[in-house]
């Protein structure tokens, strides 16, 4: 799964530890997902998406094969 919450960060001017404690998470949870290693819950996803003002799939993208 593709994600854009590296972008999404920056946009909002927040380092990985800021968006890590603003949604509950550690910043290795962070640098996981940014990495794509990492698939976060549904919870998470929807955090992201009302802390960045996004819907989830402009965030969150299927790959093929996903």
Do not use: C, W
């Not at 998470?25 to 992201?48: D, G």
């Amino acid at each position: 799964m593709k994600n854009n919450i590296k972008v999404q960060r920056a946009i909002h001017d927040l380092t990985q530890q800021e968006l890590a404690e603003r949604i509950g998470v550690s910043r290795q949870t962070i640098n996981a997902m940014e990495a794509a290693k990492y698939v976060p819950s549904t919870v998470l996803a929807l955090k992201l998406s009302e802390l960045f003002g996004k819907p989830v799939n402009e965030i969150f993208e299927l790959e093929e094969g996903d």
